[in-house]
């Protein structure tokens, strides 16, 4: 993947960032959520690949990033896509935290073709690659991250989305000892913050969606990080979609190379609320200003951009 193409990147995100919190606070997660997706899609039919979405929005009147879609000029590299335009686009609507406007980008065949279903995750950073187990509970998990990284449980801190399924989840930690983030929105940013030095969370655990799973590995791959899911079936429905996918075996369990198996992939965030990973869109007179990531597996480089704009020279905003 051109190293060149992450400064495009970059610019993909930041626009759906820019429309997006334009709505925030205002109560209208649809109209959030459309506008980042109409933002997203227009900078990136500027962007030179021949590009396809393998995972993206579900809904085809949400716009033109549904999976399949083609984007982007049609003239450069061939890259598979997975593109969320607002993570957090409740949380967005009603002022929280952690909505971010986050894409990832391989060549053919780098991401896990996955049904947009629930799946339960567990994520970690590079101290702690290769010890965590989904099929373990908690209190093993939570053991084993703190001695690998040099920590008292009682100092672990694990992120967990504040959802009504995860009151088990919730009790089982408090149980270790160990400190609990509860987040409203935004697992992304959760499971990426795990593999960042500078951020408090330490394991991201609990059930939320498959392509935003299948965007955090991506995101932990290029920082080394780790990565376990397997899908949640909540009914038979759930099941038969999961068959209709092609998968023999819905209780499967996932790492990090099966979610992500490319080797050259691109990862860029930015924040539209803070959070987290990134702060939120800042508005100044006259323009505003993004806080956005951009990684690179191949080289495991990690470029934190901030970027002023300036309305009255960028009409696309």
Not at 1 to 7: S, V, Y
Not at 232 to 246: F, K, M
Request: with cysteine; hydrophobic share 40%.
């Amino acid at each position: 993947m051109d190293r060149n193409l992450a400064l495009e990147l970059v610019r993909v995100t930041e626009a759906a960032a820019l429309y997006a919190s334009r709505y925030m606070g205002r109560g209208d997660e649809m109209l959030a959520n459309s506008s980042a997706i109409e933002a997203m899609a227009k900078v990136f039919s500027s962007v030179s690949i021949n590009g396809k979405v393998i995972n993206g929005e579900q809904d085809p009147a949400d716009g033109p990033l549904v999976k399949g879609q083609a984007v982007g000029t049609m003239n450069g590299i061939e890259a598979d896509i997975v593109v969320d335009a607002l993570d957090g686009k409740t949380t967005c609507a009603q002022g929280g935290h952690n909505a971010i406007a986050a894409i990832a980008i391989g060549e053919r065949g780098a991401f896990f073709n996955a049904p947009q279903l629930y799946m339960e995750k567990i994520a970690v950073g590079p101290e702690a690659k290769g010890v965590v187990d989904i099929t373990q509970p908690p209190s093993v998990n939570i053991k084993r991250v703190a001695r690998a990284s040099g920590k008292y449980i009682e100092d672990v801190t694990v992120c967990v989305l504040d959802r009504e399924r995860h009151v088990d989840l919730i009790s089982k930690i408090r149980e270790t000892g160990a400190r609990i983030k509860l987040i409203r929105d935004g697992d992304i940013s959760g499971a990426v913050a795990t593999a960042m030095e500078d951020k408090s969370i330490d394991i991201l655990m609990g059930v939320g969606g498959a392509k935003e799973g299948i965007l955090a590995a991506a995101a932990l791959k290029c920082l080394n990080g780790d990565m376990q899911a397997r899908f949640v079936c909540r009914c038979d429905e759930d099941r038969a979609r999961i068959r209709d996918s092609g998968i023999d075996d819905p209780d499967r369990i996932y790492g990090i190379v099966d979610l992500v198996p490319g080797k050259n992939i691109m990862f860029s965030a930015s924040g539209v609320t803070d959070g987290e990973l990134l702060p939120g869109v800042w508005f100044r007179p006259g323009g505003a200003e993004t806080h956005s990531i951009v990684m690179r597996s191949k080289t495991h480089t990690v470029r934190f951009v901030n970027t002023r704009h300036h309305f009255d020279y960028k009409p696309l905003y």
